[in-house]
């Protein structure tokens, strides 16, 4: 079956970039998306398409999808952007997201 | 805008059926260019597509969970609903309602979540 990994956690100095990994068999052939998780909140969609961003989210996130990889790449990263990333992709007529990278900002 | 809303019960009784309602505004649940989905999230782990359905009343449902899921829409009341049946421990969990805006249409994505209630399963 489809699964989707990410790394438990990911560290970043505030002002440099951040990069996030998503890896699934030709995950490059489906379409990639990306949540935002805050503590006891719930999660933001930041990129869909692979690349886009939704009305409102930062032009510091982008993405990218090829092979058997997607990439949540954070810009200038800043103190507000701590949290839980999640992938999430669609195979077979099932919704499937990656376990979650915890990305610290210090 | 779209917004929707979960409502339930925040304690099961194992063996027993789990039933959540999510209340939709801001759009149809029959809407054509609209999809809606259910996802949980155990306390500390991560997230876990339940079950999504169609303005068609087409179901999807996650592989593993099937056999006891069923998500349905009323176009009455305007709300979709899921129920989980023979619920375990393993069933304890934010549950949270989503829904795909039109302007997302023909992607599989959720930009639309309620702010989740917790079920917790123990006698």
């Known amino acids: 079956s489809f699964e989707l990994s990410q790394a438990p956690s990911v560290s970043v100095s505030p002002g440099q970039t951040a990069t996030i990994t998503c890896s699934g068999d030709?995950?490059?052939?489906?379409?990639a998306s990306w949540y935002q998780q805050k503590p006891g909140q719930s999660p933001v969609l930041v990129i869909y398409e692979d690349h886009k961003r939704p009305s409102g989210i930062p032009e510091r996130f982008s993405g990218s999808n090829s092979g058997n990889t997607a990439t949540l790449t954070i810009s200038g990263t800043q103190t507000m952007d701590e949290a839980d990333y999640y992938c999430?992709?669609?195979?077979?007529?099932?919704?499937?997201f990656g376990g979650g990278t915890k990305l610290t900002v210090l | 805008q779209l917004q929707v809303q979960e409502s339930g019960p925040g304690l099961v009784t194992p063996s027993e059926t789990l039933s959540l309602i999510c209340a939709v505004s801001g759009a149809s649940v029959n809407s054509e260019t609209h999809y809606w989905g259910w996802i949980r999230q155990p306390p500390g782990k991560g997230l876990e597509w339940v079950a999504s359905i169609y303005y068609t009343g087409l179901t999807y449902y996650n592989p593993s969970l099937k056999s006891r899921v069923t998500i349905a829409a009323d176009t009455s009341t305007n709300h979709f609903s899921l129920t989980v049946s023979s619920v375990t421990a393993a069933d304890t969990a934010i549950y949270y309602c989503?829904?795909?805006?039109?302007?997302?249409?023909?992607?599989?994505?959720?930009?639309?979540w309620g702010q989740g209630t917790l079920v917790t399963v123990s006698s």
């Open positions: 999430q992709a669609w195979d077979s007529s099932t919704v499937l």
């Open positions: 030709q995950l490059g052939e489906k379409y």
């Open positions: 989503a829904g795909r805006g039109a302007e997302f249409s023909g992607n599989y994505v959720f930009n639309s």
